[in-house]
C-alpha cells in the first residue's frame, strides 16, 4: 500500500469512527418486532405541532467543493420556495436550516447531527462526494432520520436513512462505457480523484472492460483539491489510450483540463468521458478548454421537456440570466419535490412511515418522469451522453430509449465482481 493511499485509508476509518461516535451519542435502540425484523427507535426531536416543519440543507459552500455544491444549494431554496407558494407540505410551510459541509467528510457528519439533534430537522438534503455521504450514513442511521442525497455515485450502497436521487452505476457509468465501445474507443486511461467514488467506479470500469473487450491502459489518482497533472497527464498522452475516462471532483478539474491542453491534446486526439463535470463546472474550467469533450449524465439544461423550460426559466430568473442548471442541481430539486410527494403519500413525517410510502412514488422532474424504488431508495434515470458546446452547453447525442431502473449492486450483471473500495 503506498504511502498516500495508507493516508486516505486512515482518513476515511478516522472520518467513520468519529460519525459512529456521535450517532452513539443519540438516544437510539435497536428492537426486534414480531417477524425478527430489527428497527431503529431512535427518538425524534422533530416538532410537527405547528403551521411550519424544519428542513436541513447541507452543502459545501466553501473548499474545492463549492464549485460544485453552491448552486445546488441554489436549486434546493428554488425548490422550497415554490414548495412554500404552492401551500407547503400537508399544509406546512417549510423552514431551512442550513450547513456549509466545507468540502470536509468529518465536517459534513457533524454539522448534519446539528441539524437532527439541536435544530430538529424532519429530513436533510445534501451532500455530493460519496466521502461526505460515507460520513453521514451512521449519523443519520443512528439517529433515524433522513437524507436525501443529489449526486450520481458508485453504487455499492444501499441504506433505509438514505434516499438517492442521482444516478448509480448502471444509470450512467455503465451507459458512458456502452457509448464508449459502440464508437470503437476500446483503450481506456482512467484518470480520478483519490478516493472512494473514482475508486470504486474504476473497479467497476476494470470488470466491464475485460468483459466487453476492452483495455485500461493506465490508472492515476490525485488527492481531492489537487492543481498538479503535470506527471498524470504525461502518463495518459504516452499511453496509447483512444479515450480517458474521468472520475475527477471539483476545481481540480480546472487543473486537469489545463494540462491536458498545454500537450496539445484535444477532443479529437484523445476525447475525455467525464461523469462529475456538468454545466456549471465547464463554466469554471472555461467553455473553450473543454469544447468536444463527453460527459455522462441523466439530465443537461437543454432537456427538451415542459418541466425543463420552466425550471430553466425559474432559476435564471432567480440567480441571473447568465447562471445554467446541472444534473445535480435538478437532482436536488427533484429531491425535495419526491419528499414532499412521500409526505403526502404516508400522511405523515414520520420515518417509517415515510420509508413504507416511498415505493412507486413519483415525479414529473425537468429530466423526465423518475418513480422511486422503494427496495434500494433510489430512482429510475434516463442514461444521456452529452458533448459540450462551444457556449458552455451541452447536447444529449447519445440516450436510452427509456428508464433505467436502479441496480446499485449490479446484481443484473454477469461480469460484475466489484466491490465498495475503502481508499
Not at 194 to 200: A, G, K, L, M
Not at 221 to 229: E, H, I, N, R
Not at 313 to 331: H, I
Request: hydrophobic share 40%; net charge negative.
Amino acid at each position: 500500500m503506498s504511502r498516500s493511499t495508507t493516508k486516505q485509508v486512515l482518513t476515511i476509518t478516522a472520518v467513520s469512527a468519529m460519525a459512529l461516535a456521535l450517532a452513539s451519542c443519540t438516544r437510539a435502540v435497536d428492537t426486534t418486532s414480531a417477524d425478527g425484523t430489527a428497527s431503529n427507535t431512535a427518538a425524534s426531536c422533530v416538532d410537527t405541532s405547528g403551521d411550519t416543519i424544519k428542513i436541513g440543507f447541507i452543502n459545501s459552500l466553501s473548499g474545492t467543493m463549492a464549485i460544485s455544491e453552491t448552486t445546488v444549494n441554489q436549486s434546493l431554496h428554488m425548490a422550497a420556495d415554490e414548495i412554500n407558494e404552492a401551500g407547503g407540505v400537508l399544509g406546512k410551510q417549510l423552514v431551512i436550516s442550513e450547513e456549509d459541509g466545507a468540502s470536509e467528510p468529518a465536517t459534513f457528519a457533524e454539522r448534519s447531527q446539528r441539524l437532527i439533534q439541536q435544530e430538529c430537522v424532519a429530513a436533510v438534503f445534501g451532500g455530493w462526494t460519496s466521502a461526505s455521504r460515507k460520513a453521514m450514513l451512521p449519523v443519520f442511521e443512528g439517529n433515524n432520520s433522513l437524507l436525501f442525497y443529489p449526486v450520481q455515485y458508485e453504487g455499492m450502497e444501499s441504506s433505509p436513512n438514505i434516499f438517492y436521487t442521482g444516478a448509480t452505476t448502471n444509470q450512467q457509468i455503465i451507459p458512458a462505457l456502452d457509448y464508449l465501445r459502440e464508437q470503437g474507443l476500446n483503450r481506456l486511461f482512467l484518470v480520478g480523484s483519490d478516493y472512494v467514488f473514482p475508486r470504486t467506479a474504476n473497479s467497476i470500469i476494470r470488470d466491464y472492460a475485460e468483459a466487453n473487450g476492452m483495455e485500461i491502459v493506465g490508472e492515476d489518482y490525485a488527492p481531492l483539491g489537487s492543481t498538479d497533472f503535470t506527471t498524470i497527464a504525461n502518463r495518459m498522452r504516452d499511453s496509447g489510450a483512444d479515450a480517458v475516462f474521468n472520475t475527477l471532483n471539483g476545481d481540480s478539474n480546472v487543473a486537469f483540463f489545463r494540462q491536458y491542453n498545454s500537450l496539445g491534446l484535444t477532443a479529437e486526439t484523445l476525447p475525455v468521458m467525464s461523469v462529475s463535470i456538468a454545466e456549471e463546472e465547464v463554466v469554471g474550467i472555461g467553455p473553450s478548454n473543454i469544447e468536444g469533450q463527453l460527459v455522462s449524465w441523466n439530465y443537461y439544461q437543454t432537456v427538451d421537456t415542459p418541466e425543463n423550460e420552466e425550471f430553466v426559466a425559474n432559476f435564471k430568473e432567480l440567480y441571473g440570466q447568465d447562471k445554467v442548471t446541472s444534473d445535480p442541481m435538478e437532482a436536488a430539486y427533484t429531491s425535495l419535490y419526491l419528499w414532499k410527494e412521500m409526505v403526502e403519500k404516508a400522511d405523515s413525517f414520520d420515518v417509517a412511515a415515510i420509508q413504507d410510502a416511498a415505493d412507486g412514488t413519483t415525479f414529473d422532474a425537468p429530466e423526465g418522469t423518475v418513480v422511486v424504488d422503494g427496495d434500494n431508495q433510489h430512482i429510475t434515470k434516463t442514461p444521456r451522453v452529452g458533448q459540450i458546446r462551444p457556449d458552455g452547453l451541452i447536447d444529449t447525442i447519445w440516450e436510452t430509449d427509456s428508464p433505467v431502473d436502479p441496480d446499485p449492486f449490479l446484481s443484473s450483471y454477469d461480469w460484475a465482481t466489484a466491490t465498495e473500495a475503502t481508499s
